[in-house]
């Protein structure tokens, strides 16, 4: 299953999306998360080592979570502020916390924390107006390396037929 | 020279690493004669006041902990909401974050160059480091021991308004461990660590293993 979160007010880019996957046998889902209320991440590190896996923040976001660990992809349509993701974007990325681990490894040369599902998914990104395109790149790149997955790729909301081609 | 300084953690001041360290840092200045203000992005009744000292201060300092590579969610959310300058402002950056070494701080590093831009400001620099994550864990001694390398940091940034040096620049350590530091880290990651972790858990009143999956 393929997981689209549209945190944008904007429905003619899910629309778009749509119709688009008509056409093929993916199997994908569209939350429209701005209707819903989720909060930022408040770092009180409670999904680690108090309730593991759980968030403490009750809203809206643990139906993403609960979605999201059993997708093969994610992607996330975002606004964008400051040249990258407006925070509404960037909070669904701080709260995935609860999908790794307290505890520590290597990957490579570099510190990770253990994943706490063994299936992974891969990420990518959907945004609306003017990031500073090849930082976004190099952000999601690295951002996957934290759960153990890849980067999808970086697509303007007027290259939906782009990532498409990316969603199987 | 006087600054304003912004805690750009979520966390709240009591719990805060940022906190911790900037306390640290501040005495530094405060030694060479530096005033600041220091105002907390986890508390919103303080956004109108910082809104206004964005605005009249000339040397501006955000201390921040790296989420997910680059700054937290709530941070964006507030500078979302400036005007941005034009004239001639600097801004500078404590950057800090869990992993220790300095390549994990580089990509949210270099987001800190894009965002002074967007904010019609100039860059005065980075002052990265890693390995962080603990403090909010440890007894006073030991946080005492931790933070207070940001001491003499406060103190070159009262002197140059910036973290140019190359004091500043060795203030990071390691870009990478050498492998056989890897190999001894990577030991005590599953043992003395683990243990650690498991001890923290117990501490905050977790009844469950901290590998658990409750969503499957
Ligand atoms: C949601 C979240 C994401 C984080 N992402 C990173 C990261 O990508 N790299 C890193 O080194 N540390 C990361 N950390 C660890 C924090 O940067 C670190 O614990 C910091 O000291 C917290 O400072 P604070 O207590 O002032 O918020 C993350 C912490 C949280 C809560």
């Known amino acids: 299953m393929i997981l689209i979160v549209n945190t944008t007010a904007d429905k003619s880019v899910s629309e778009a999306l749509r119709e688009e996957l008509k056409n093929s046998a993916v199997e994908a889902e569209i939350v429209e998360a701005s209707e819903m209320k989720i909060s930022h991440c408040i770092g009180c590190n409670y999904c680690w080592l108090k309730t593991p ?57 570099q510190m990770r924390h253990v994943a706490r599902y063994k299936d992974k998914f891969d990420i990518g990104l959907i945004y609306k107006g ?24 970086v697509f303007s909301a007027s290259e939906i037929k782009e990532a498409v081609s990316c969603m199987h | 020279m006087h600054a304003l300084i ?33 105002c907390e992005v986890s508390d919103r009744k303080q956004w109108d006041d910082m809104r206004k000292a964005f605005g009249e201060n000339k040397n501006i300092l955000i201390a921040i902990p790296l989420y997910v590579e680059n700054i937290p969610g709530l941070l964006i959310e507030f500078l979302e909401t400036l005007t941005p300058k034009n004239d001639g402002t600097e801004i500078a950056f404590i950057l800090q974050g869990g992993f220790a ?13 894009i965002l002074t831009e967007k904010l019609g400001c100039k860059y005065a620099g980075t002052l990265v480091k890693g390995d962080n994550f603990g403090i909010r864990f440890m007894d006073e001694k030991t946080v005492q021991k931790i933070t207070g390398a940001y001491t003499d940091m406060g103190r070159e940034y009262a002197e140059c308004g910036n973290f140019f040096s190359e004091k500043c620049a060795k203030f990071t350590g390691p870009e990478i461990f050498p492998v056989h530091v890897r190999l001894l880290v990577g030991i005590i990651f ?17 009844t469950k293993p901290l590998n658990y999956r409750p969503y499957k």
């Open chain 2, 190 to 206: 599953k043992t003395l660590a683990k243990s650690g972790f498991k001890k923290a858990a117990k501490d905050w009143g977790c």
């Open chain 2, 6 to 38: 912004i805690n750009g953690s979520p966390r709240v001041k009591k719990f805060s690493n940022t906190d911790k360290i900037l306390d640290k840092f501040e005495a530094g200045m405060a030694e060479k004669g530096a005033t600041f203000t220091r």
């Open chain 2, 101 to 113: 070494e300095g390549v994990q701080l580089r990509c949210g590093e270099a987001y800190l160059k």
């Open chain 1, 53 to 109: 896996g759980e968030c403490s923040i009750k809203d809206d976001y643990e139906v993403i979570l609960k979605k999201m660990i059993h997708a093969k992809q994610l992607w996330v349509i975002s606004d964008t502020a400051l040249g990258f993701l407006d925070h509404k974007g960037k909070n669904i990325f701080d709260r995935i916390l609860p999908v790794a681990m307290m505890y520590l490894k290597f990957v490579g040369d």
């Open chain 1, 130 to 153: 003017d990031p500073d395109v090849d930082y976004l790149k190099r952000w999601n790149e690295r951002a996957t390396l934290n759960f153990e997955s890849k980067s999808l790729g």
